[in-house]
């Protein structure tokens, strides 16, 4: 069946660095395009990055942009998420979610399989 796993978040201080993990299975990523998305305390989940495993093009939030970088390893079935220049409002629970209409969205809406997510604390 289909699974995508995160892994790698934790505790981080302000300016530090974190890499997070999206493991695949039941499918390639060949043909789809993986989203990371977040979501913090009493606040919506939003759209954080995406990638096309066909062609590697990505896409990135403006909050994030030039702090993350999103990658994907086809031969690991991956896709990771290295996050430096971390602040506080980083801080939120990470995921990874497979969009198989390959629309490189960073909406919610078109993603069909989610990970359990990962914690990311960001301290002052």
């Known amino acids: 069946q289909v699974q995508l796993v995160e892994s790698g978040g934790g505790l981080v201080q302000a300016g530090g660095s974190l890499r997070l993990s999206c493991a695949a299975s039941?499918?390639?990523?060949?043909?789809?395009?993986i989203g990371w998305f977040r979501q913090a305390p009493g606040k919506e989940r939003e759209g954080v990055s995406c990638?096309?495993?066909?062609?590697?093009?990505?896409y990135y939030a403006d909050s994030v942009k030039g702090r993350f970088t999103i990658s994907r390893d086809i031969a690991k079935n991956t896709v990771y998420l290295q996050m430096n220049s971390l602040k506080p409002e980083d801080t939120a629970v990470y995921y990874c979610?497979?969009?198989?209409?390959?629309?490189?969205?960073?909406?919610?809406?078109?993603?069909?399989?989610w990970g359990q997510g990962t914690q990311v604390t960001v301290s002052p």
């Open positions: 039941g499918f390639t990523l060949d043909y789809y395009v």
């Open positions: 990638i096309s495993s066909s062609d590697g093009s990505t």
């Open positions: 979610a497979r969009d198989p209409g390959a629309t490189m969205t960073l909406t919610v809406f078109g993603y069909d399989y």
